[in-house]
Each structure stands twice: as C-alpha cells, then as structure tokens.
C-alpha cells in the first residue's frame, strides 16, 4: 500500500481487510463502512476531498444501491432531476433559502460570493491562474496543474475576477433572430 499511497485501517482476515474499516485512496477519497475479502461489501460511504459523499449498498466492490450528495447537501436522483436543467438555473442555496430581491442576484452558490484574486478564476473548487496554469484552493493550497482543455473550459466559463463588457450584436440576438418555421 506504501507504493501507490494508499492507507487502510481496520478489520483483516488472511491479511485482507474484513469487517468494518476505512480505506483511503491516493486521491484522499475515503471509504468508511464494511468489507469481505479486501473488498467494499455491505453498508459504505465513499467520502470525496470536496466534501460530497457516495452512500451505498456494495456487494464484492460493487454498488447495488446508493445515493449521492454533493458538498452542500443536493442529494443527485437518477430520475425526475429537475436541478440545474434548461429550465431551473437556481443555485441549491436559492431552492433552500429562496430567491434573493431584484438586484440582489446571486452569482454563486455562497453569497456573498468569495473575492476572486486579481486575474485569477473561480472553477468552483478554488481558484486558477491562467499565467501559472495553477488551481489552488480556496484556502491557498495546490490542487493541481491543468491541461490544455481544463485552461479552455474555465477561461470560457468560469466567474472571473475583473468586469468585462459584454456586447450582444442586435443580428445575433436570440430575440432578433427570426423565428423557424415548422415548414
């Protein structure tokens, strides 16, 4: 377990892990519940460095039955999930709390949002610095390089720290455009 940084305590039998345990991951994800024979078997919950969790039913390593839930406590339903979809936009805080009064719109799920440094991003797990190709957490600790298409996606999508005007050309406006027609 040394070599690939992984840690486990907890039960054993025949020098594999049996019973109730934690198994941590290279990765700082966590496992804590019950094992058969080294592998997750019984009731279980995968902790991730993020804070959300996946709760489960396993059966030899593999989940029967779970849920998951995101850090801020959005449980996911593999049916009927109406969060976040092209017709609710709302963060999970608004659905909790409600929404906020006319000029008061939350721009994150936290509000007040966190104060982005000087040309930096919030890719909602820290902060990234396009110079540096570096995100860090919110507290200031690395968290890793990104790649080319992570550089991509959060330069097109993600809050920034300065204001940008934003011009819509009235042609490209989705009012203007002319309606299709169903011939």
């Known amino acids: 377990m040394d070599i690939i940084e992984s840690s486990s305590k907890g039960d054993t039998k025949n020098d594999r892990m049996d019973g109730k ?17 080294g592998m997750f078997h019984g009731k279980g919950v995968l902790h991730f460095p993020n804070g959300s969790k996946y709760e489960a039913t396993w059966e030899n390593g593999k989940a029967k039955q779970g849920y998951f839930a995101f850090a801020d406590g959005l449980q996911y339903e593999e049916q009927n999930w109406d969060y976040c979809d092209g017709y609710d936009r709302c963060f999970y805080s608004e659905r909790c709390n409600g929404l906020r009064p006319a000029g008061e719109s939350q721009l994150t799920d936290l509000h007040p949002p966190r104060v982005i440094p000087e040309g930096c991003y919030d ?3 820290g902060f990234y610095d396009p110079n540096t190709k570096v995100v860090t957490s919110y507290t200031g600790r690395f968290l890793r390089n990104a790649d080319d298409s992570e550089h991509e996606w959060i330069v097109r999508t993600c809050r920034k720290a300065w204001d940008e005007v934003v011009v819509v050309h009235p042609e490209n406006s989705f009012a203007t455009r002319p309606k299709e027609s169903s011939k």
């Open 21 to 37: 345990g934690e198994y941590t991951f290279p990765t700082e994800t966590k496992y804590v519940g019950e094992m058969k024979d």
């Open 123 to 125: 890719c909602a797990d």
